[in-house]
């Protein structure tokens, strides 16, 4: 029993933190200028983010191509050796 509460803590507490990084723009009033700054700064966060992971995408793709590519040359040249 003294295990469950301990884990029923920890988790609590782990969602407080969660809780306590996400940003929300309701602490200020609609139409005023910090409340479009923060609105501002939101999106350009997650505009950030998903470029940076089309970016990463991009170039797992590419190393995976050329690691395929890179091997049938091999076995080619490893062919044409050996004949």
């Not at 029993?1 to 803590?9: C, D, I, P, Q």
């Not at 933190?17 to 929300?24: E, S």
């Not at 609609?30 to 950030?48: A, H, M, P, Q, R």
């Amino acid at each position: 029993m003294k295990n469950f509460v301990l884990y029923l803590l920890i988790i609590f507490n782990m969602n407080n933190v969660v809780l306590a990084n996400n940003i929300t723009c309701k602490e200020f009033k609609k139409f005023s200028v910090e409340y479009f700054k923060c609105k501002g700064n939101l999106v350009k966060d997650k505009t950030i983010s998903a470029g940076k992971n089309i970016i990463k995408d991009t170039k797992d793709y590419q190393k995976d191509e050329w690691i395929e590519e890179k091997e049938k040359l091999n076995k080619t040249k490893e062919k044409i050796l050996n004949q």
